[in-house]
């Protein structure tokens, strides 16, 4: 029970940091607001890390604690109008973008496959 409100937690969070990134794009955003979320991803993406992950139990909390805040920020400095804009657009693309991940995933396994009988035909490879 607890694991599924942390996964509906996940992704409502996933879906405001999607949102986020629209309104990064948008020229209406303010620039503090902007700059929060250019900060927002940096800290994410950077292999910098202040408390490493590799440490148990800790490594993950600086993550757990600076994200959701600066989330919060963000949204805080950023119009509802704007934000309210955004997410009906995450709302229409997150589906799409899940499904072109399939149909990618699906295209991939079919190039790795046909790859596969390649090496085999070249190679005489027996791998089944």
């Known amino acids: 029970m607890a694991f599924e409100s ?20 948008d020229r209406r955003t303010p620039l503090a607001a902007k700059i929060v979320i250019a900060l927002l991803i940096a800290y994410a993406v950077s292999p910098i890390d202040p408390i490493p992950d590799v440490i148990p139990g800790i490594g993950y909390l600086d993550e757990l604690i600076v994200l959701p805040v600066g989330v919060t920020i963000a949204l805080w400095l950023t119009p509802d109008e704007i934000m309210a804009e955004c997410r009906a657009q995450v709302d229409e693309e997150i589906d799409v973008g899940r499904v072109r991940w399939i149909v990618a995933g699906l295209v991939l396994l079919l190039w790795l496959l046909l790859g596969m009988l390649v090496v085999r035909a070249v190679t005489n490879w027996n791998w089944l």
Not at 6 to 25: D, G, I, M, T
């Open 6 to 25: 942390w996964k509906n937690r996940a992704k409502e969070l996933e879906a405001e940091v999607y949102a986020l990134s629209l309104a990064f794009r």
